[in-house]
């Protein structure tokens, strides 16, 4: 495999002024006819003409109409041609049908769809398959077939024509994109399909079609999809400005298909998963998605594609920027405080374990050798960290002016982080050199503070900023870090409204004075940056912010870290679970003016694995089954310390008539499911019983059976519910993924195996392999129960996938990646199956590259 080096970037070499493609489809010999007018760049005369090919079987090249002679080299052909303008024209033939890796053009129950970011293209025709050689695309779609009666391509449809009087003449259809875009946006669709239809006005009044494409059968799962998407339209156009830009829009659902979705240029593909709902088949959690996933693909309309990357090295300039503005809009369509606690918790579920192990890179690395391995955590979470921080230091009126010269000063290009940067030096005067550290600088830094007071009335502050060394990066410099603080004082009143402190050296103190008494300081506010906070506190001090900090992230901080702190004793020392915690909840849980959503998060606890990366940090060796211990204990000693108060919760937070999947009633639904869960550990899964028999929506309907099989008494409704939804796919993941998310560890493998001799379990199909698997890894005490069958499980099915789908393979490997918190056998045994996926032969370099970092 060859490493690829950021320093190494050259510009391709020709220009394309545009792009004629013809596909003739068939399910197993499309034939892809291409016709491209190249010209030279001048600027650049040294670079041989090479364009990228993968899995292609070549039929004919020529250029100005005569025959050429192509040289295969690694990963495409290079060929002798004019230095002056002249017109490319290929024909290959590809085979979808046998794609099950699904990159590039691929079938999934018997439709046509492609995925070509990050190098799919490649595998549909010769061409220079990278970000920075953007052209305008005309193409032609063929087929005879008439199961696919819609075929749908990027632009604007210019023709269509279904041709039912001669036997065997094809249907046809015409696309144009009058957008200069980079072949990873290319899209293809062509199937059985119905739409959705709806239209959109844009903001210049220009009307836009819209629609969401399904199969038959789905398509009263499109109307919530179609608000999401008429909302982050209008969301654009509101805040940042930016109008659409095409005459159509068109979603389609695919069942098949490696990651959430796909920002084509004005075909955007999604995995059924994130964009078909129904109150019947959909938890609010699965509705929440959809809506951010949605307003994701659409935003990248302009954050992606109208200025797209120049190299994949710059991913994190559409992808952060993206996130960051996907996290705005549900904000703003939700709770600004649950969107951000919930944000914080995904980062440090997802983000943390990966910056804080072997797989810890720059959120704009500098080297790989598959690109697809690093569509990761750091990269889009931390990505977009980085920006919410950018906007904290040069305020909000700043950014807007940043964003809208970023728009100027760059549509159309395939632009760099420096540009990025540029644009906010240039429109706040600012210097960003320290700051540009965020994006070079890898793993998570640890801001310890500590405070002094004087009897002058002065509170000093004192922050020291260490990261540790990760791979390739020994030295670290110190990086600007904006702290948001406020002081509140001894009755618990705010005298000091929150003020961003910025942190840019190893050391450094912030005074604050004239203040009669000493003041609470509240730190890192709204979670300011991405950092690890050590703040020594004690659990009065901890009490005291969960019952009067006004802000609200940093109140349910205190309460988490009160029941962290109380879950780490009990692991450490086998300690009780002080009531210091379980008092403040109590309070907090009982204050009807605090909004439901809000008060179910402050019902949550760290999960297990966020348990076992803390006690490493703190250097113990996490031991899954005490942890496990330690977890249910703490939800005992909730369902004790609470059972007055849980049924005014349950039935105070019912919500009746007719479904809907707004915020607040979804708030209650989870505060109510929060509070059946505690309860049903004390009344045998009675209620839940009720709840399961009574539900007539998916929230509640699953929220009950988790409870009866934690209870350990819900075979029959899971049986039931099996019953009830054998026909879709989407619900049965579900069905899947439950029974071995609560199983006890010690039967996780078993149930896992089991289940994986289902005759539904499809195992080539991505979000069923997950269902399984990752359900599998994501059961912390199961998976790492001693003995390793776990792991063993696990890597039996990684090699039995690799040569089927290596991308999905690659990104599950990630289970592995904190091997190094565990005990000596635990590591020799992850070790050894480390060990064996490597060995494999023809193991795919994206395996072999994960394999390979993960080991370090
Ligand atoms: N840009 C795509 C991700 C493509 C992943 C390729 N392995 C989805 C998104 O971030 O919107
Ligand atoms: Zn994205």
């Not at 003041?519 to 709204?526: E, K, Q």
């Not at 039967?747 to 990752?774: I, S, Y």
């Not at 991308?807 to 904190?818: D, K, N, P, V």
């Amino acid at each position: 495999p060859t490493t690829i080096y950021l320093q190494d970037y050259k510009p391709f070499g020709w220009i394309i002024d545009d792009v004629h493609l013809t596909f003739r489809l068939h399910p197993t010999a499309t034939r892809v006819i291409s016709r491209i007018r190249f010209r030279p760049d001048y600027d650049v005369t040294d670079r041989p003409f090479f364009l990228h090919g993968e899995d292609l079987k070549h039929i004919s090249a020529k250029v100005d109409g005569h025959d050429i002679e192509l040289r295969h080299v690694d990963g495409g052909i290079e060929a002798d041609v004019p230095h002056a303008p002249f017109n490319w024209e290929a024909e290959v033939e590809i085979n979808p049908e046998a794609n099950t890796a699904l990159e590039g053009l691929y079938r999934s129950n018997s439709m046509y769809c492609t995925q070509c970011e990050a190098e799919g293209f490649r595998k549909i025709t010769w061409y220079p398959d990278r970000p920075d050689v953007m052209a305008q695309f005309t193409v032609r779609i063929e087929s005879t077939a008439e199961h696919t009666p819609v075929m749908l391509s990027n632009g604007n449809g210019l023709f269509y024509q279904q041709d039912q009087t001669q036997p065997g003449a094809p249907n046809v259809s015409i696309y144009q994109d009058p957008w200069p875009k980079p072949a990873y946006l290319f899209a293809l669709v062509a199937g059985d399909l119905v739409a959705h239809e709806d239209r959109f006005a844009t903001m210049s009044g220009k009307d836009v079609s819209l629609a969401i494409w399904v199969r038959p059968g789905d398509e009263h799962k499109c109307a919530f999809g179609m608000e999401a998407l008429k909302k982050s339209m209008k969301w654009d156009e509101d805040v940042y400005g930016r109008e659409y830009d095409l005459d159509e829009f068109n979603i389609v659902a695919v069942d098949d298909f490696n990651m959430g979705a796909m920002e084509n240029k004005g075909l955007n593909i999604f995995n059924s998963s994130c964009v078909l709902a129904s109150p019947e088949t959909s938890t609010d959690g699965n509705f929440e998605r959809i809506e951010a996933i949605i307003a994701h693909e659409y935003f990248h309309n302009w954050t992606g594609n109208r200025i797209t990357c120049r190299d994949w090295f710059q991913l994190c300039l559409k992808e952060g920027l993206t996130v960051y503005r996907d996290q705005q809009f549900t904000a703003d369509m939700r709770s600004a405080p649950v969107a951000r606690i919930s944000n914080v918790l995904a980062l440090r579920a997802r983000q943390f374990p990966e910056d804080q192990g072997p797989l810890s890179h720059p959120v704009r690395p500098e080297s790989f050798q598959e690109i697809n391995n690093f569509y990761t955590a750091t990269v889009y979470e931390k990505g977009a960290e980085v920006i919410g921080m950018l906007k904290t230091l040069v305020g909000d009126a700043n950014y807007s002016k940043a964003l809208d010269l970023y728009f100027e000063r760059h549509d159309g290009d395939a632009a760099t982080i420096e540009d990025w940067l540029q644009v906010f030096e240039d429109a706040t005067g600012r210097d960003l050199g320290q700051f540009k550290r965020w994006y070079s600088q890898s793993g998570t830094p640890k801001v310890t503070v500590s405070e002094a007071w004087s009897e002058d009335g002065t509170l000093t502050l004192t922050f020291r900023q260490e990261t540790a060394p990760t791979p390739g990066q020994e030295q670290k410099e110190p990086q600007v870090i904006p702290v948001n603080v406020g002081l509140l004082n001894p009755n618990g009143d705010e005298v000091m409204e929150t003020r961003t402190l910025e942190l840019t050296e190893a050391e450094q103190s912030f005074s604050f004075s004239g203040h009669s008494a000493r003041p609470v300081p509240s730190i890192l506010r709204g979670f300011s940056a991405p950092v690890i906070l050590e703040q020594n506190m004690d659990n009065a001090r901890r009490a005291f912010l969960l019952a009067h900090d006004t802000d609200p992230f940093n109140r349910w901080e205190a309460g988490r870290m009160l029941s962290r702190d109380a879950l780490m004793s009990a692991i450490i020392d086998g300690a009780a679970i002080n009531s210091d915690y379980l008092d403040g909840l109590k309070a907090v849980l009982r204050d009807d003016t605090l909004d439901p959503a809000y008060r179910a998060l402050m019902l949550g606890q760290p999960t297990q694995s966020e348990l076992a990366g803390l006690l490493h940090q703190a250097g113990h060796t996490p031991d899954p089954s005490r942890i496990h211990t330690a977890s249910e204990a703490m939800r005992d000693a909730k369902a004790t310390a609470l059972a007055d108060l849980l049924p005014t919760l349950y039935h105070d937070n019912q919500v009746s008539g007719t479904f809907s999947p707004e915020a607040e009633p979804a708030g209650k639904r989870a505060l109510a499911n929060a509070a059946l869960a505690l309860i049903s550990r004390g009344d045998g899964g009675t209620l839940a019983a009720e709840q399961y028999d009574q539900a007539d929506n998916m929230t509640q309907q699953l929220a009950a059976l988790s409870c009866l099989l934690d209870a350990g008494t819900g075979a029959q409704q899971l049986a039931a519910f099996e019953n009830q939804w054998s026909q879709d796919r989407l619900v049965m993941d579900k069905w899947f993924s439950l029974q071995i998310i609560h199983a006890n560890p010690e039967d996780v493998v078993e149930t896992t195996r089991r289940l994986t001799h289902h005759m539904d379990f499809d195992w080539k199909n991505p979000n069923r392999f997950r269902a399984v698997m990752g359900a599998l890894q994501m059961h912390h005490a199961g998976f790492h129960h001693e003995g390793g069958d776990a792991y063993e499980l696990l890597a039996d099915w990684l090699i039995r996938l690799d040569p089927v789908n290596p991308q999905t393979t690659a990104r599950m490997c990630t289970a592995f990646q904190t091997w190094r918190r565990y005990d000596a056998p635990r590591q020799e045994m992850i070790s050894a199956q480390l060990d064996r996926i490597a060995a494999q032969e023809g193991l795919s370099g994206d395996a072999s590259e994960m394999i390979s970092r993960i080991r370090g």
